[in-house]
């Protein structure tokens, strides 16, 4: 039987295919305090054990609503919702839209992609509505990803409030 909701997110929030535990782990510290869901899309580059996440003090996981997928599909499955309304977010540094000017609802998925690669181009083609970057100066490569997602996440929670 699965655990009861610990809350009812105000945002999903996706690391496809992330690679570097403490980015994973300052993403999720974030989802926990504006009450966020979670959701990682295997492969990781990490386990993550309980032990694991003791040893690296991470005592928020168990206020914190997650869960892993092993796949895109399994992903787009559990949110079909939210994908078939287009309120699936995907942020990526060759999207011509900035991040400010998406109007994010409540249930809003945020989805970004691993710390090297960033999203798969097959994604990104499926979605050229949803597409959003974020503004760097071309000095910088990419915004690590827990700066990144929490830059977009505090975004869209000031807009709805």
């Known amino acids: ?3 009861e909701p610990k809350y009812d ?3 999903h929030v996706v690391l ?3 690679e570097i535990p403490p980015n994973t782990g ?3 510290r974030s989802c926990v305090a504006i009450g966020a ?3 990682l899309v295997k492969p990781l580059g990490f386990e993550i054990t309980e032990k694991r996440l003791r040893r ?4 928020y ?5 997650w869960a892993i997928v092993e796949d895109w599909k399994e992903l787009t499955d559990q949110l079909a919702e939210t994908f078939a309304n287009g309120r699936a977010w995907f942020f990526t540094k060759t999207a011509e839209r900035e991040y400010t000017s998406a109007r994010f609802q409540r249930g809003d998925a945020l989805i970004f992609g691993c ?4 999203l798969p181009g097959e994604i990104l083609t499926a979605h050229p509505e949803q597409l959003l970057r974020i503004p760097i100066r071309e000095q910088v490569r990419s915004l690590n990803l827990s700066n990144a997602a929490a830059v977009a996440m505090y975004e869209a929670v000031r807009q709805i409030g």
Do not use: C, F, I, S
């Open 1 to 3: 039987m699965p655990a």
């Open 61 to 65: 996981w168990p206020h914190l609503e």
């Open 26 to 28: 300052n993403v999720a």
């Open 9 to 11: 997110p105000v945002l």
């Open 16 to 18: 496809h295919q992330p």
């Open 56 to 59: 690296a003090g991470l005592d």
């Open 115 to 118: 710390e090297t690669r960033g």
């Open 37 to 39: 869901k979670l959701w």
